[in-house]
Nanobody, 127 residues
């Protein structure tokens, strides 16, 4: 079965950190461009970080640049999103998705993914 599973969300205080995981089953994640997307309450889903590691291509939305870092572990078929210095504005449901390596990380994050979406993982930043 082909699927992506997001995990690692939770409740964290402002200034704290979380690491999200996106694990693939049924296919090899390294063969695809991978992105993290966020849907805040009452807002549209937005691409916040995307990676095409084979091309050394990464994209970060301005809202997370310098605080978030995307990385891969091919041996675990997993992509991570390290989130530091979290603020209440980072609250939302976080999803991962894949795209073809023929496009750029910027394109995936700004246009969105065509495939199906997983359940996502909830991140709540609150004191």
């Amino acid at each position: 079965q082909v699927q992506l599973v997001e995990s690692g969300g939770g409740l964290v205080q402002p200034g704290g950190s979380l690491r999200l995981s996106c694990t693939a089953s049924g296919f090899t994640l390294a063969n695809f461009l991978v992105g993290w997307f966020r849907q805040a309450p009452g807002k549209a889903r937005e691409g916040i970080s995307c990676i095409n590691s084979g091309a050394g291509d990464e994209y970060y939305a301005d809202s997370v640049k310098g605080r978030f870092a995307i990385s891969r572990d091919a041996s675990k078929n997993t992509v991570y999103l390290q989130m530091d210095r979290l603020t209440p504005e980072d609250t939302g449901v976080y999803y991962c998705a894949v795209g073809p390596r023929s496009i750029t990380a910027y394109a995936l994050c700004t246009r969105g993914a065509d495939g199906s979406w997983g359940q996502g993982t909830q991140v709540t930043v609150s004191s």
